[in-house]
């Protein structure tokens, strides 16, 4: 019969690959089953290794003197994927909503992390209150004069705000991490992404965004959230 490590290189031809997965698999045998005669007839035994390049999934089963024992870990998965905003006008704008409407694979998550990267140097992205409408006109106009426009910049080649966009860019930042909790972004209550167009006409914004986490134990989505 096959031994383990010869069943694992079927699936797995690489050598490193067959004795990652075998080591562990015994010594957590033996640490489960110290006085049985399940150690020895591992020479004996089938094991199973399933791997996939999107989800990896550690499935191991073993049968040897009438005990099964399976050893197995959640399927991790990333995912990544751009996002076009639509050309919006020069302020701070909430776009929660609109960026969770193109995550359908987001409810498939059970924990895990969500990175949101803006392909821009005139845009920017933070998180702010969603509730009050003055907050975002508020962010702007402190913006503007933190950033004024003048002639007192070197780089003025799209005219008076192009250089107060990059700046503001800059202090701003261009990503996002946000924890995600049971299909859903971990916002606070009052917590919504936001979207800081800095030019007077900066069109169509992109955002690459990457998810990586745990996928639910039973396959199934979560039930979409409104923002």
Not at 172 to 201: C, D, F, K, V
Request: charged share 20%; proline share 6%; net charge positive.
């Amino acid at each position: 019969m096959a031994t383990p490590l010869a069943v694992i290189r079927g699936s797995c031809p690489s050598q490193r690959c067959a004795q990652q997965v075998a080591k562990p698999f015994a010594q957590g045998l033996r640490h489960s089953h110290p006085s049985s005669k399940i150690a020895p007839a591992l020479l004996g035994t089938a094991v199973n290794v399933a791997i996939r390049s999107r989800e990896v999934s550690r499935n191991i089963s073993c049968q040897a003197g009438g005990t099964t024992i399976e050893r197995g870990a959640p399927a991790t998965e990333w995912i990544q994927k751009t996002i076009s905003l639509p050309s919006m006008s020069r302020g701070c704008h909430i776009v929660t909503r609109h960026i969770v409407r193109e995550l359908e694979e987001l409810h498939t998550i059970e924990v895990g992390m969500a990175n949101f990267f803006i392909q821009h140097t005139s845009a920017s992205l933070t998180i702010n209150e969603n509730a009050s409408p003055d907050v975002p006109l508020d962010l702007n106009d402190t913006l503007d004069r933190i950033v004024p426009e003048g002639h007192h910049y070197r780089h003025l080649d799209e005219g008076l705000d192009d250089m107060p966009a990059h700046v503001k860019s800059s202090l701003m930042g261009p990503s996002l991490n946000i924890p995600i909790q049971q299909g859903r972004l971990a916002l606070g209550t009052w917590q919504g992404i936001y979207l800081n167009e800095h030019r007077n006409y900066g069109g169509s914004r992109r955002i690459v965004v990457t998810l990586q986490g745990k996928l639910r134990a039973d396959g199934r989505k979560y039930g979409s959230n409104a923002w």
